[in-house]
Each structure stands twice: as C-alpha cells, then as structure tokens.
C-alpha cells in the first residue's frame, strides 16, 4: 500500500500545502504531545465555526520529499495531517502511507465528508461529525463512523444545547463510545467548557471533553502554533 522512498515517484508526487510547523498538540488524546502539523489547502466545507479559513485557498505545491525535508529539522515522530480537508488531495493517503512505511505515528484530522476507507490504517483517523450549528450536518458521509476502530476518534463541536442533545443522540443511538473514543469540543469562545461538561455529567455520557489545549497556550488567533 502507498509509496516507499525507494519509489521513483517520490520526487514527482506533491501535495497543496497551506503550513507546515511544530506545535503542542491541542486536541485529541493526544493533546499535550510535541507534534509536526502539515496543514494542507482546500476545504468543500463551510462551517460556521471553522477556525482555519485561510486553508482555504493559497499555499504551495510541495514535493514529498520537500516536505519529508522540512519535517526533519523537527526530530518529532507524531505528525498530523489537516486542513482545510487533506483528503480532498488524491495524493494524500500515499503520503500518509509513506509516512506510516518511514515510523511516524500519524494522525488524520477530517471533516467527516470524504470517504476514509482508502485511508491506511496504520494511521490514526480523528473524524470531525458536523453538528447542526456547523450547517454542514448534511454533508456528513455516515458511512465512516462504521469504519473507526478502537484506535480512531470522533470529534463533535458543540455550539449550544441543540449541538449537544443531537450529538448525545448520535453517540448514543450508534454506540459510538464502545467503538472509538469520543471527544466533544465546545465552540471556542462561544460555550463555555464548565457549561459542557454539566451537561455531560448529568447525562453521564462516556465521553471526553476537549479543550484546545493551543488556545489556551497561545493567543486564539495565531497561525502556525
């Protein structure tokens, strides 16, 4: 599956990317880790709440290898492919797969949208599930949550108490928390984390909260951190 770095194809095959920087990971369990990001460019989406709409469009065309290259003066193991959505780029999964073949850990953050069946799955998939205030709950290709395993996670943004009874209901109806670890996440800046959490203990819901870790380190509007 993929391409190795013996590949002649290597030196030919590129991505779009929008960045690429080290960072404490923020979000999902591995949050608190020193992690490479390579945030690549492009998003059919338009969530309301979207945080990186300069991965929109722009960026630059790299090489695999220029970015493996630019991932070495970093010695960090973990990686993290994002966006934008990295699997609108047909190239992606063979990168993914290059890096899984090289000894990285990589995680995949998705929106939800594309198919993940082609992905390697060596790879650790974090599979954002478009809540109503997103506007993009209709855009959702629910046949992924059936294909994370115990090793992947879903993210739910919450934005109010109709974001989080719908979201309790996926969970819940689907026993998404008995296939993969599940996070929720409030809308930065707009819920407030103690707000979600009561919500969560009282209906005893066998989640994760999840806080931006990088936000709070970090001013909200840096890019690149």
């Known amino acids: 599956m993929g391409v190795g770095l013996e ?3 290597v030196s030919t095959r590129s991505l779009h990317i929008t960045e690429i920087f ?10 608190g880790r020193p992690c490479i990001f390579i945030r690549l460019t492009g998003c059919s989406l338009r969530c309301t709440w979207c945080d990186t709409p300069y991965a929109f469009e722009g960026g630059q065309t790299m090489l695999f290898h220029e970015i493996l290259e630019h991932m070495a ?3 960090c193991p973990l990686v993290e492919m994002t966006g934008g959505e990295p699997l609108n780029q047909k190239e992606t999964s063979a990168f993914i797969s290059l890096l899984c073949d090289n000894d990285f850990e990589v995680l995949l ?8 069946a082609p992905v390697d799955r060596r790879a650790h998939i974090i599979l954002d599930v478009k809540c109503p205030s997103s506007g993009m709950t209709g ?3 629910w046949d992924n949550l059936a294909q994370l395993t115990s090793k992947d996670e879903a993210k739910f943004v ?8 719908w979201a309790r209901d996926v969970i819940t109806q689907r026993h998404l928390s008995e296939q993969c670890s599940v996070l929720l996440s409030p809308v930065f800046g707009v819920l ?3 707000t979600l959490s009561n919500w969560i203990l009282e209906d ?8 931006q870790l990088h936000k709070f380190i970090w001013d909200p509007q840096a890019r690149g951190v």
Do not use: F, N
């Not at 998705?110 to 198919?115: F, L």
């Not at 919450?158 to 009874?165: C, H, N």
């Open 22 to 31: 080290y960072s404490i990971q923020g979000e999902s369990t591995h949050a």
């Open 158 to 165: 919450i934005q109010d108490r109709r974001d989080y009874k």
């Open 7 to 9: 590949d002649p194809t």
């Open 204 to 211: 005893h819901l066998p989640v994760r909260v999840q806080a």
């Open 109 to 116: 953050e998705t929106s939800g949208a594309v198919d993940i």
């Open 192 to 194: 407030d984390l103690q």
């Open 73 to 75: 003066r970093y010695q």
């Open 139 to 141: 855009r959702m290709y």
